[in-house]
């Protein structure tokens, strides 16, 4: 049973659409994090939060925005989708001092 | 710079038989964690192993043993009687420790077991 939920699994859309993920823990964890991945590929951090009202942009240029209003939830949002932003997008979550991340089941993005 | 490097893009095995999947890692950080995640086709991320740099011992979890050494910066996983079920993706990570943020990720080994 998953402790951490992305919705939705699967996602197809026009070029120009605001889309936005979801992503909810119900672990407690403080931080979590998104990170995009191509299909077989290593993945880059996008996007982390170390708690509440705290985001930080991660390594990998991207236009995506993300907030943390409540500790469980945790969404990413693409204001202008794009092809080039066609890719697998995966949620983390960790407790603080922890180590090994839980990721949820990711979303596959598809813009055409 | 933090860099993982992972030079097998694709193995295979034997079921049954153990496997070991490399991985080197560079970071002029002391104190840091190494990390293995198994990826299946269905594209969850599961953690599977952690070592600490200063840990004197090989982690081991089941059936995933991680042989690490140090003075080498390698962090070689080894699964031993090799499932069918063991398909999939594996990624090397680290992360700096305490209080790093950022866990960086290998390009990744695809294991295949053959029956």
């Known amino acids: 049973e998953a402790d951490i939920y992305q919705t939705p699994r699967y996602l197809v859309i026009g070029t120009g659409k605001k889309i936005t993920l979801e992503c909810s823990q119900t672990?407690?964890?403080?931080?979590m994090y998104w990170y995009q991945q191509d299909p077989g590929m290593e993945l880059h951090l996008i996007h982390y939060s170390y708690g509440v009202n705290s985001t930080e942009k991660g390594d990998l240029s991207s236009e995506s925005t993300v907030s943390r209003i409540r500790t469980e939830h945790f969404p990413l949002t693409l204001e202008s989708a794009r092809p080039s932003h066609t890719s697998q997008y995966l949620c983390a979550s960790s407790e603080s001092g922890g180590y090994g991340y839980t990721f949820g089941s990711g979303t596959r993005l598809t813009v055409v | 710079a933090q860099k993982i490097t992972q030079t097998q893009p694709g193995m295979f095995v034997q079921e049954k038989e153990a496997v070991t999947l490399d991985c080197t890692y560079d970071t002029s950080d002391q104190s840091y964690g190494l990390f293995w995640y198994k990826q299946p086709s269905s594209g969850e991320m599961i953690f599977l192993i952690y070592?600490?740099?200063?840990?004197?011992q090989n982690a081991t979890e089941g059936r995933y043993s991680l042989n690490f050494q140090k003075a080498r910066k390698s962090a070689n996983l080894v699964i031993s009687a090799s499932q069918l079920g063991d398909s999939a993706m594996y990624f090397c990570a680290m992360r700096v420790l305490p209080g790093g943020f950022k866990t960086i990720f290998g390009a990744g080994t695809r294991l295949f077991v053959k029956a």
């Open positions: 070592q600490g740099s200063y840990d004197e």
């Open positions: 672990m407690g964890h403080d931080k």
